[in-house]
């Protein structure tokens, strides 16, 4: 009984309870962690950032676990499920933040926060109104990799390590991404499918960037 599948009234399918415990835990995960890194931060500005990522981090994870665990009508699954997923705009721009403002050159960083800001907030604008949804979700490798233009800057001041924590935790974010998107791999769906992998990806990929994080603002 435990582990009884859950109606989801958008697609019509069972869902497993796995899908929100995974990041429930990983919400309880963050909390400590988080503040932790925050206290480590050096200096003002550093602090700052990192508490920026850091709430970006609790509010993904606690907005998934609530919209897998608690949203049980039609109209609860079909409102938390457009927050969920605006959730992934704030969290990758969370994660840019700290980069933007302690890596990179004042103005280049401050140019590249405002469009990864601005880009994250017409995801938001689109998922909110379920208007272009392929677009939208265009948006989201869009926003992930595009520190590609700024490479040189960043890798001068990042360093090696926290630059392939960074690299590494956006290829399992994306191939995450395209598993979720072509629904694969089916495993059990009622129990443990491809939505409950694509969960388990984005924790791993989170842990990496967040020790490349880490290693940022010390």
Known sequence: MM??????????????RWRGR???????????????????????LATTATSIYVASLVLLFGTSAAY???ARSRRAQLIMQ???HSMVYVLIAGTYTPVCLLALPGTLG??????VWTIAAVGIVLKSMWRARVFASVLYVVL???????????????????MLLYAVGGTVFTTGAVMFYRRWPRLRPAHFGFHEVWHVLTVVAVVLQ???TALLVR
Not at 22 to 44: D, K, R
Not at 110 to 115: D, P, Q, T
């Open 82 to 84: 457009r927050l969920d």
């Open 3 to 16: 582990h009884q599948p859950v109606l989801h009234h958008i697609t019509g399918e069972f869902r497993s």
């Open 110 to 115: 401050i140019v590249l926060l405002c469009v």
């Open 22 to 44: 995974i990041h429930a835990v990983a919400m309880c995960a963050a909390l400590p962690a988080g503040a932790a890194l925050i206290v480590l931060a050096n200096g003002a």
């Open 210 to 212: 967040f020790t490349a």
């Open 144 to 162: 992930g990799w595009i520190v590609v233009v700024v490479l040189p800057w960043a890798y001068q001041h990042i360093g090696l390590t926290a």
């Open 68 to 70: 897998h665990i608690l």
